[in-house]
């Protein structure tokens, strides 16, 4: 099986063989399947596990006194849920299974062994926390200056690119089970709102919803609607148009500067019949 | 729970709900729906505009409409009084002159 882990880690650094064996070792561990609506860890607990995502879809999410949920963030499969949980005494919020998730229940101690070493396994670990706090920073954009049309958009381009990077879609189609219940608990919108959005942006000829399953029609024109820059996911080497990765979101992620000159070489390659480098 | 559908009818477009909702009974379908209008009318107030002609028909399982929330009664609304006499008085001066 394909290592989801790898395939997010690469998008910041290419890995040799041994850490390649590294990284599919950390899968060799006890799995968990959670069904839909199961708490995978809840609020205040202290665990010995760190939980990666395997299959299906997770959320992060806070339950207010009076109910109400608010869900912070998207799992996909290849996201770890609590890598800090080893530092901190416990979590200061839920993790929900969205849909039939599965989780490799790393030990604490083997992801705190790779954090305190100094490899480049470490920085990968380093830059996905950090790209998790960037989506963070850019929900809150979400919630404080986009509009619902923007949002709900802004939320399916996401989801779209980051199942791309792990190789969950097929033509542009994924796996989307968030009831619009769920989305209004992620956009802070209102389920007959998130529903008015999604018909727009189907009758848009945008995106297509049926079956639980989202195909976005339009990639590039729904990135327009939603004001969608890619440049908070830090997928540097698909900037950097890297052959090994840029492969499944290249033509939705903008060439950094060193992937503008790869660009151009390639333009000038093929304009003279050339065979790709 | 019986399973309650929110068609939405804004601005002479319908927004049929093909996955509906759990509630205990119509009167919590109503209260949620209430929050749906005001919701979708802020965002509206938002760009500029607010219109009380919309609403919300509220569907059973059967797909017979029970109850329709028009937008006009999501929100308490004062001051039209005090606004239109205000207007008139104005009127009142500029007229008189």
């Known amino acids: 099986m394909a290592n989801p882990l790898t395939m997010r880690l690469e998008q910041f650094t290419s890995f040799d063989p041994d850490e390649r064996q590294r990284l599919d070792q950390l899968l060799s561990y006890p799995t968990k399947t959670y069904a839909r609506g199961e708490t995978i860890i809840a609020e205040g607990e202290k665990v010995d596990n760190i939980h990666l995502v395997l299959t299906g879809l997770a959320a992060r999410s806070k339950t207010l006194r009076n109910g109400e949920r608010q869900i912070m963030a998207l799992l996909v499969p290849g996201d770890l849920c609590d890598i800090e949980v080893f530092v901190l005494e416990g979590m200061d919020h839920d993790i929900t299974a969205m849909t039939g998730t599965t989780c490799v229940l790393i030990p604490a101690k083997v992801i705190e062994a790779l954090l305190t070493e100094s490899s480049k396994l470490t920085k990968a670990l380093w830059w996905s926390t950090m790209t998790d706090s960037a989506t963070l920073r850019e929900w809150i954009v979400d919630h404080g200056s986009r509009d ?28 989307f089970p968030l009831s619009q219940e769920e989305l209004s608990e992620a956009t802070g919108m209102t389920p007959v709102h998130v529903n008015r959005m999604l018909q727009q942006l189907r009758a848009d000829g945008l995106i297509e919803l049926s079956g639980k399953v989202m195909t976005v029609l339009d990639p590039k024109r729904l990135m327009e609607v939603a004001c969608f820059e890619t440049n908070y996911l830090h997928l540097i080497r698909t900037e950097r148009r890297d052959k090994e990765v840029s492969g499944r979101a290249g033509d939705l992620v903008g060439p950094s500067s060193h992937g503008l000159v790869h660009d151009a070489v390639e333009r000038v390659r093929s304009a003279f019949g050339e065979p790709e480098a | 729970m019986p399973r309650f559908y929110f068609h939405l009818e804004m601005c002479g477009r319908v927004y049929p709900d093909e996955e509906g909702r759990s509630f205990p009974d119509l009167e919590h379908a109503r209260a949620s729906a209430v929050l749906d209008a005001r919701d979708l009318m802020a965002g509206e107030v938002k760009a500029g505009r607010l219109c009380f002609a919309c609403r919300i028909d509220i569907a059973d399982e059967q797909g017979a409409v029970v109850l329709t929330l028009p937008f006009r009664e999501a929100v308490e609304l004062s001051g039209l009084v005090e606004l239109r006499d205000r207007d008139a008085q104005r009127g009142c001066i500029e007229f008189g002159r």
């Not at chain 1, 923007?150 to 994924?174: K, M, N, W």
């Open chain 1, 148 to 175: 619902a049309r923007e949002q709900v958009a802004h939320i399916i381009c996401e989801l779209l690119i980051r199942y791309r990077i792990v190789g969950e879609t097929t033509d542009d189609s994924f796996s």
